[in-house]
């Protein structure tokens, strides 16, 4: 889950709305698809130039942008000197240590969210920053790298399949904002099958490395948390209807998309909820078997302390010892000895140590 | 208590509003029940064809129908289709892992919730998903498995007890509601014994599995807990009568149920309170049992060991030891054994430890 | 503290506003106490037959009735009958497990709290719910058991003291409610003197007992709590003169009123914070004992198991060990030894475990 | 920190509004002393008799009266007749178990705060209940004892420095009330001190009186957090104006007044946090320094038990034991010995047990 | 991270609006640097008198005055003298001791808030208070000690870059907030950097200095909290508009210099969390070391006990003991002592502890 926190301090100092792109860089070169369609006409695009998308600002009908990769700041200049965009949003683009947010701005909505993705390879989730400009008739998207996550939507809207040809922009950022989100519910199932395993172990043999994946488990609560949580807000404030770019019908879908949030939100509070209950548990075992081992000990040392000191009192080498010189001094003490020793189990048996 | 999420990743990629079963699949056949009555008339049906419903739709009675089992899709296609739901809203009541909610269409109310049985065999609170919409002059109440909850409502209308015939749909809704929220009470009162249980195990007799059970308590609670919370809102906002769809008289009983729920959310919060005070003390119990064997151990040793040193000293073999050749080197030395012992065990009883 | 939750379950299927008596009976037979009272007349009756205080029903003076014990439902049939009070406000006194509440049925306002005794004889509170319906110019009230509560308030209004005569039913309620929160502060008063006690003990001698006394005081906070944080809400309401039953001269006593609520509020989450920190001194105590237990060990261990190990050297059998033959072999030996015991010693002292 | 709470039990039965002392005698006589100034004019007092100050009531000059000791009953009976002020209020003022609290009576504003004052002598904190009753030309100010709270602001008005003399009676009100909570910060001094204190003791030495201290700061942070925290509201709503005595200009300085308030709430939650650390770190450092002891226990064990049993088992009396025969038996077994300690410290290195 | 608490009983008993400088000297002598423009015209002033910024009061010009070190008071009073601050804001100005806070005086607002920057030789935060007075067109700031913070924003007025010169005095405030909360993600870069190293330590080898630095990030998180939570609210303030001195266009930075402030906070929560997840993993794993070290000591003393029991046993000295005769005895119980050993092993195998 990469870093805590990335390296922002190379834009202090500069004045707001400087565009520096801070983050990794995950593309080789920036790819821009577009995607222009209404109910009846559908066009697709792949281009390297930003200013091929210029050309449907003011025509009537649906524009979806991808852009992939942000370490061009070049295409994002040209496209805010085209459209007008604030230069605060711009470089909230390119700062891709965002807290998800929405900003509207009249003309046009900014909607900033992170997408997350299960590496199977390196068993951790990753995370993208990916942020929407919604328009009256655009929709700009804007990716840190090529994922799948989008792909459904295409097909969607190649195949004129649903409502998604009908209805205008405002339903294609919804679509996005969905599949998004949707995305979230896969990484939960994985967290939850790591956490069922972890309970598992838990019963059957705790190890030392169990409170390393607790841990490791926990911080991956802390940054689902911080990607998720403030995404209520966006969503609910998109769906309380604040902009007018949003239509009613809309507003529906965007109440489901609410409630979906809210399940990730519930999901990982449950989860937190688990795990914090599974370390208490792992710390308890780890002092019930401390007592268990302690037990053995003390039982071995009770019982062979006493028997040890006895043989050592008849190694003594003192001249008049009269039970040494005795016929049957040897098998006695050896009867007094096993006597001792079951005594003690007994014993032990009545304090329930056995 | 079931998984922790369900595979809600089947879904993943589908447009919003795609009829998609997620949960198990828990009875073989659906089952259709309606029941069709107003203050005189009463009419009751059992078919497995959703179209024998339809009939009622314009008929001014009241009509409940309630359908058991959600595997079978095209049952609510069709439902959708002749009732113009909204197709977000049978998408659902399909996936049978959402939270409580409650949502205003206008012409009906959608109200979804979970149901809680206590399975005496396994010994673990079971938890089915219950829809229910809720129109002018119908009910309709979607369960994912037959249960007996809502038999005694169906005697009432039956043989016309109480005011339920007189009264309408948001009535009987209200007595759905009203039904399944008594059943936590009996949820509760099972988990009251067992805590109560495992308070007395605490005192007699701590053993790890008091730990295991501990667990298993806070785990039910979380669950629990997830159950109930939304519910309070959904209650509530039913009662301060947002939709038109609930009558006046009817908001004084959902005054009441929304008091239940306040109770059954206190019960849970105190149960809660309640086990992580158990915990506490099982921890504390369990560093007092670890002092209690370390002070034995401990007693044991420092009164052995430097009694076996002495006995050591005098099984050593120089040849000149003076007290080996002394006539009552032997008994001396017992004594002076007998007396580091007493002064041991004085010792220990100054400081308490005996 | 009695039980956890009470027996619900025997109400569950029934209809809404069934008149069911939930809880324990606590007397044999109700009684009846009737005072009827202005600012000039005054009359005391005492009987078994609700059917007298009707006869009071629309006589302008103040008419208080006082029904100790809820078994006998046939007595609120009558008396909701007579009054016409709702269903719902009858099942909820006979349930005896309400959280505290206030309901406005325009004509009467209900409320509904628990009273609190400490019971010397068994050491611990007990609790019993009381019902109050304040009407126009009746005031109702409920008990469960016979108590010592409301005698000041008779004897007032016997002797004409205060002002209790002079205003109105809403007063009388008022001074009803006071007593109850008085009380209040008698178990607060014996709380605190218990927690004093426990902490002098944690200081002196704290055993296995404390802990056990922490977890009855954490307990008795849960269920304290549980009756009285919502009773804030109560007064509160009614202080905000929601009920135009409350004249604005009563107003400035539930003000009062309000703010002893608080305080008793504050009160307790000064004593769980109070009792919280005990138990955090108590677990760390427990600790430090350990580590004192451990460190005679270490310290006895590692004095005699080196000199020990020295005598079984010099036990050995070997034919030439040249140091037997010494003349001063022994002696030296008890010098090395009581060398290393000094070496030790003054180790230990300067690791500072002396 | 005195008592956990004060003997209200004497009062309960009695009707609203009774005036009985609560709480310790803190004086031998009441004292009173007045105060009357304007811009112009000024007079001071010191009497016993409360009646002195009843000709000033209807002066258009400010009148301060400070009264010391509560005991006398009489005195606040007389005061009360005189100005008309509520029974409750004059009940509050006697009773010295106050939460801070504003109450507005329209010509009069009640306001009860406490006082800290750090003894030195016995290291404690000590709490007053001061009482002050704002009009339109008066002030009541009532201390339990006295105290030198209030002497600088005696000097203000004797010099007539400021704007003390030129502003009207609310002023004097939020003079008062400032100079109380300046004290405060003195208090947050002292406690920041000892925190610091006991911070270094940590890094240093820490002993089991360590943890007696933590416990003792957290109980004076409960203390003070009950005193300070209600008076946060108490200023804001002076501050917002809510009562028409308190002018315009003097809102001002109750906003900075109000600004205090916080920040002395958020010293104490900081020290708070501080202290909980405190709290960890020591457990922590127990755990460690018992894990240290074991370390040494472990290592004289695992490296002399082998030895002494090498020892005993040449200490056996078998008739045929060949090493025993050996000429360099016993300088032999003397270097596996040897080896054998070598080899044991070897591997705790590498285990980094030493 | 200096002292808990500021001396401010020094002031305690003066007037309100005193002039007293509450904190360390920071610089020798006060620096005061003057620069005046507007789009077109540009003038900079270094001195030391206060009186020479007086002359730019009447002009349409911005000035900007940055005063730096606040130990001589009387700059304060000849300032509040000729521009009218009211004396609560010059005493604010001079206790360093300040919550951050926004007051609005109709004709200026007075901002006061902390600059943080982290001294690379102490390894610690260091903090100063910075106060700014924004009015029509002039902008005060108040810093303790010099430092390069306002460097940048002194560079593009210079140089004319960006928005500055076009806009007025408020965007000024505005970027000089900017750049102090700018600072604040470098500070939490280094924070950052340290808990991933201490995370590290914690995995690789973990010795009780960790636990010194885990208390003292936990102290600077209390801290930086407390620098920064009540920012929230000043930024926030601001940008909805509460003064007429803020022009529409800057506060759509001001919104950007909020999300910031709330990005700050999201971290400073997160790194709380992290480092309380370090400190239950380091506790857990002394726990675990403990575990392990006992478990050494019980194998030891396990196996050792008994087999130095049984050659006690053939120590002894009795006459008559048969096996001591045996030709085969010495080379049997080496068996036997081996065969104990093995089995030892064995079962210490099963129970998984070797």
Redesign the interface.
Known sequence: MA???K???K???????SLVHIGERKVETPKISIIDYNETQFQEKATQAIEECFIFKDKPTVTWTNIVGLHQTEILEKLGDCYGF?P?VLE?ILNT???P?M?DYGDYVYIVLRSLEYNHQKEEIESDQISIILGQNFVFSFQEKEGDTF??IRE?IRTG????RKIGADYLAY?LL??IV??Y??I??KL?ER??LLEEQL?T?PT?ET??T??DL??EM??LR?AVWPLREVVGSLERGESSLIQASTR??L??LY?HT??VI??IE??R??IS?I?????????????A??????I???I??????L???????????P?????W??PF?WLVMIGIGIFMRVYFKKR??L
Chains 1, 2, 3, 4, 5 share one sequence.
């Open positions: 870093k805590l926190i390296k922002r301090s834009k202090s100092g500069l004045p707001p709305g604030h605060l909230d240590d965002q807290r947010k900003e792909d459904p969607r399949k649903g409502r998604i679509a969905d599949s949707d995305n519910f896969i939960l199932e939850g956490i069922e019963v043999r030392p409170l390393q607790i841990h926990k911080k802390i940054f911080r529906i879908y109440r489901d409630d809210i399940q519930d999901n449950t989860f909820d688990m209950g370390l208490d548990i792992y710390l308890s075992s780890v002092s019930n078997r401390l007592n081992v302690m037990k053995v000990l003390t071995i040392a009770t062979f302390m006493p028997l040890t000191f043989a050592g009192i008849y190694g003594m080498n003192f001249k008049y010892m039970e040494l010189e005795w016929r001094g040897y003490i329930k140590w």
